[in-house]
């Protein structure tokens, strides 16, 4: 892939970026669409109160990134709330410039697992995935980053057995859900959400760098979210559809965040 390390940043990048079509997968599958979030107040969120995780031990979330140079620091990808308070959500995954890649979980994000912030390359397309167990009784095998098909993890604090939170809230893209901190700046794309770990198939889902329809795994994830694909002519205070569950996302982010520049 083009592009530079995680810790330069060279240009600043907009909706209005040139973009560019790909298909990808085979057997019919096409991939047109990412969306593009402006690092200011572009997010997605679901309409209701996201308890699919709730007490579970088990989690594998997947996606494309496009991150933009110019962005914040730390960035959020994706988080769930669990009350009113910063960083004790359900969970929060992120992007910190120069630091690490995290995903943590519950009060006072004092479980975690951090992976190689320089795996990561800007204003280039990164597959990232993040598998988490914690009834395994060996700590290294409770949790894992991946990106790019690659195992990048450096560090984990993950508490055997721990439970995930009671989620008070909705479903974030984007943003930290708690007062829209940290917005996300870049593209991103086919993003899915498994509630068991799926680390013994993630070569299956980074798919050799190739965005597919993840419908034909032997384990379907529980929620994909395409991102402007299948979506006709979306209206972003409308609805983002869940390919293969029912947890829509909402928006506010204008039609031009919709762009043809995919993985």
Known sequence: MNGVGYGITPFMGTHGILARSSGGGGGGFVNEYSLSFD???????????????NGGNQITISMWVKPTSGGLSLIYLMSNPRNTTANQGQFGFYLFKGSRIEFWMGANSTNYIRGNINAITLDAWNHIAVYIDTTQSSATDRGFIYVNGADVTTSRSLTQNYSMLTATGSLHLGEEQNGGYNPYFGEMDEVSLWSTNQVSNASDIYNGGVAFDLSTLGTPPDHWWRMGDGDGDPTWSTSLTDNIGSYNLTSSMPSEARVTDVP
């Open 39 to 53: 690092g200011i107040s572009d997010y997605l969120n679901g309409a209701s109160t996201f308890s699919d995780l």
